[in-house]
């Protein structure tokens, strides 16, 4: 996922925080966008929740313990971010551990509904509740293994295993029910 | 993925989050050691007064006198003494 191990990025950041930083931005910033913006959905709310969370790695980073990846550690402030966000627009979404109601998906200028298939795909997964959501897009969309989507998501391996094959058969039976 | 992210947002966006993370939290910092190093030098300063007026409570002519007394007590004879220390033993301002 990154062009620099994480060792290099954090003794980096120790020696010269700005360097490091830059390199950490550089490896993390577009697949924390990506995301982020699988659960916001709006580009704006993932902007402002990318913001803020790169902010808080680089006013945190002296907190954090080699007992997880980087990665990870950096996709669970930015997974934070993301449902403060959808909190903010109560509207939009339903909160953590909420009803498994199917959500719409909000229309901004950056979404592209020409591709059918894959705006089903999104509409499936925002049919999820947010920690089977947040389970699914981990393990599909950036590939970590259970361990690291249970540190994610703070909770147990056999949860984040059970929250991805939830989400896993809901969205097979919704495609499915939407051909 | 049918999203799609404005020309040029990432590079942008890290221009944006490298002034907002390393601006504001700078100047902060910046402050901190200042105000630390104030303290210490504050307390070191405190710290020599307080020792400069102790040492003062403490000085040779007190020493002197209490060393006569001392000595005048030693002249005393055993009864002399006795009766002393009976009197004064209970003194609540002599044992303070």
Redesign the interface.
């Known amino acids: 996922m990154t062009s620099f191990s994480d060792n290099d990025i954090l003794d980096t950041m120790a020696s010269n925080?700005?360097a490091g930083?830059?390199k950490l931005?550089?490896a993390y910033?577009?697949p924390v966008?990506?995301h982020i913006?699988?659960i916001t959905?709006v580009?704006h709310d993932a902007?402002d929740a990318?913001?803020e969370t790169?902010?808080r790695v680089?006013?945190n980073i002296g907190k954090f313990r080699r007992d997880m990846s980087l990665a990870a550690w950096v996709f669970r402030i930015a997974s934070n971010e993301a449902l403060r966000a959808l909190d903010r627009r109560k509207d939009f979404h339903s909160p953590l551990d909420g009803a498994t109601e199917s959500a719409g998906i909000a229309a901004d200028e950056?979404?592209?509904?020409s591709?059918l298939e894959?705006?089903r795909l999104?509409r499936a997964i925002h049919s999820l509740p947010p920690k089977q959501q947040l389970a699914f897009n981990l393990r599909y969309y950036d590939e970590f293994d259970y361990a690291e989507i249970a540190r994610i998501t703070d909770s147990t391996v056999a949860a984040a295993k059970a929250n991805y094959h939830a989400a896993k058969e809901k969205i097979i039976r919704f495609m499915n029910s939407h051909d | 993925m049918p999203y799609r992210v404005p020309d040029t947002f990432f590079d942008d966006m890290e221009r944006r989050i490298m002034a907002k993370a390393v601006a504001s939290p700078r100047r902060r910092r910046n402050l901190l050691p200042a105000l630390r190093r104030s303290a210490r030098v504050a307390g070191a300063v405190a710290a020599v007064a307080l020792l400069l007026v102790a040492v003062e409570r403490v000085t040779p002519e007190a020493v002197a006198c209490s060393t006569e007394i001392d000595i005048a007590f030693d002249s005393l004879s055993d009864a002399d003494r006795s009766s002393l220390l009976e009197i004064y033993q209970d003194d609540i301002f002599m044992n303070q």
């Open positions: 925080p700005e930083f830059r931005l550089g910033k577009e966008y990506w913006r699988r959905v580009h902007e990318l913001q790169f902010i680089f006013r950056y979404f592209d509904y591709d894959t705006v999104q």
